[in-house]
């Protein structure tokens, strides 16, 4: 999932030698949450036949090509093609790698497994990316042979690892399932849904066109803060996560959404106050709060799921987070183009407080409810 995010603190490069603004930035985002959207729908459910080592294997494959593109950058197309085979990866990973480890791992820490390997991997990409770009030579190259490096270890690990789908066949029959959730999985995806669009959709910003807020507003060039910033948001997503099984998945998914009300109200006054503090704090208030609804719907959908529906249920719950990681972005990008980046960013953050104060809103009062799909959740989540 590293690889996903790799690109990020590098995009201002990209502008510079391929010359592209900030719009087409966030077109080159959305490549790639098109590249996710279409795995997850494609072959969210794969897995569950298959087997998930067989579907890991082809996603590191896919991710390896991605990485082989940006190395051989010439421009846009390859650019284009490098974050859609991206894409195609982490809507296998998404799923399968998610299933995987929900599993495979002690009953204890499933839930926090699997979302801990999502978004510290998603954390770890601009980090990794930034450090190299700013402080090692041929930045638009090494960060890329870094990724292949551990993509290789990644894959000798894979192999190691037991397949957990029992009769998985070689040549199922496979074909398109589309967004197929289970009908008792729904009273709990719809809510679970709205609550992660909305996070990922601060994800989006942060990962999109946070470099450019630091840059153009901020006066800030240093690539490795700008990593760092974007690794905030995650490491923050990872505090809310462990925090979920204390307060209950029932509270925990409104309380996400006050989260990234606050850490975007936050992001909002770093923008008007040209305050780097604001954007780190708005960062982990709103990661926090991303956290905690993540882990808590994606714990009580994969626990409502029928066993042998789980990656296809819990492929669907990451399109209507890719959804939100993609169009707010691209919207940004194309008010960018009439406002500039900062007003578009303030327009961005309005939206988010209200979309999620609604959503929390609703959540919070129907978290009576939801109790007992909450509870349900409780023994896979730890």
């Known amino acids: 999932m590293a690889g996903t995010t790799l690109p990020t603190p590098l995009y ?14 966030t077109v080159v985002f959305a490549v790639y949450a098109v590249g996710v959207i279409v795995a997850l ?10 087997g998930r080592r067989p579907v890991l294997l082809a996603a590191l494959g896919l991710s390896a090509a991605s990485a082989v593109c940006f190395l051989l950058e010439g421009g ?58 700013q402080y090692a030579p041929r930045p638009l190259t090494l960060p890329f042979a870094a990724h292949l490096a551990l ?17 998985a066949r070689s040549r199922p029959g496979l074909r398109p399932r589309g967004m197929a959730v289970p009908r008792q999985v729904r009273p709990v995806f719809v809510p679970a849904g709205l609550a992660c669009f909305t996070g990922f959709a601060v994800f989006g910003l942060f990962t999109a066109v946070s470099p450019g807020f630091m840059s153009e507003t901020l006066r800030i060039g240093d690539l490795a803060v700008s990593g760092a910033v974007v690794f905030s948001v995650f490491c923050a997503s990872l ?35 040209a305050s780097l503090p604001l954007l780190v704090t708005g960062a982990v208030t709103g990661g926090v709060g991303q956290g905690l609804a993540f882990r808590s719907a994606l714990a009580a959908v994969s626990a409502r799921a029928p066993e042998e529906r789980r990656g296809g249920t819990i492929s669907a719950l990451f399109v209507v987070a890719y959804l939100g990681i993609s ?40 978290r009576d409810g939801e109790r007992e799909a909450a509870r349900g959740a409780a023994p896979g989540d730890g």
């Not at 390859?78 to 998404?94: D, H, I, T």
């Open 12 to 25: 201002g490069l990209y502008r510079a030698e391929i010359g592209f603004g900030e719009l087409m930035v």
């Open 239 to 273: 505090l809310g996560q462990a925090l979920t099984p204390r307060i209950g998945a029932a509270r925990a998914l409104p309380l996400g959404c006050l989260g990234l009300v606050l850490g975007m109200a936050q992001v909002g006054f770093s923008l008007l106050c």
């Open 327 to 366: 169009l707010p972005v691209v919207g940004v990008g194309a008010l960018s183009t009439g406002l500039g980046l900062r007003d578009a960013g303030l327009v961005f953050a309005g939206c988010v407080v209200v979309l999620a104060s609604g959503v929390g809103a609703h959540l919070w009062r129907t």
């Open 151 to 167: 993509l290789a270890v990644a894959c000798a690990l894979t192999l190691a690892l037991p397949e957990t789908v029992r009769g």
């Open 76 to 133: 846009l197309p390859l650019l284009f093609s490098g974050r859609l085979l991206s894409g195609f990866a982490a809507g296998l990973f998404s799923g399968a790698a998610t299933a995987a480890v929900l599993e495979l791992a002690p009953a204890g820490s499933r839930g926090f497994a699997a979302t801990a390997a999502n978004m510290g991997g998603l954390g770890c990409g601009p980090l990794l990316a930034g450090v190299l770009a």
């Open 41 to 50: 729908l494609v072959a969210g459910d794969w897995s569950d036949k298959l």
